[in-house]
């Protein structure tokens, strides 16, 4: 082991809880002699099982990060990602209240949550109906109002701040 790291390194390994998906094919086949027994109190109490990941927490990080790294590369995204470091920008120099802050922020994570269901319904429409239709383009238009709503809700919200900052 180079550099005497290697025992470190593995320590960190064994201790750090793993963030996987268990293999499917694990638990298959049938449990014989005396090892189903010490499986037994994780069916009767409803305990993950060994080869779950660590922790939920640890696995939905990794799906909202796939979902984030997907949300990215759609192209009403990144205006609305600059748009937000654009209003906080705005916010510090204006000197806005705490309370104008966290609205801002209550209302601007809502937005790009909503953005994502929009690109969910998007890919959803397109996979299931790639032909045009009225329903699916229902779908995508009603997607996109609520986008909308919420970038006017963020929208008077800055109003608001600019016409206290003006006005003082």
């Known amino acids: 082991m180079p550099g005497g790291q ?3 390194a593995a320590f960190a390994r064994q201790s750090l809880p793993q963030c996987s998906r268990p293999d499917a094919g694990e638990d298959a086949g049938p449990r ?14 409803n305990l993950p099982s060994p080869s779950a990941p660590a922790s939920p927490i640890c696995a ?8 984030l ?12 990602a ?3 470091v654009r209003l906080v920008v705005a916010y510090a120099v204006m000197e806005v209240t705490a309370a104008i802050r966290l609205s801002a922020a209550v209302l601007y994570l809502p937005l ?7 690109t969910a319904i998007e890919e959803i429409i397109d996979h299931i109906s790639p032909e045009m239709s009225d329903t699916g383009k229902h779908a995508k238009d009603l997607g996109s109002l609520a986008v909308f ?11 608001y701040a600019l016409s206290l900052h003006l006005t003082v």
């Open 32 to 45: 014989s002699g005396a090892g189903h027994l010490r499986s037994l109190p994780q069916r009767v109490f």
């Open 149 to 159: 709503c919420l970038i006017s809700a963020n929208s008077i919200l800055l109003h």
């Open 60 to 67: 939905a990080t990794g799906y909202s990060n796939g979902g």
């Open 69 to 80: 790294t997907r949300l990215a590369k759609e192209a009403a995204f990144r205006p609305e």
């Open 6 to 8: 290697g025992g470190r």
């Open 82 to 84: 600059l748009a937000g």
């Open 112 to 118: 790009i949550a909503m953005e994502a269901v929009n």
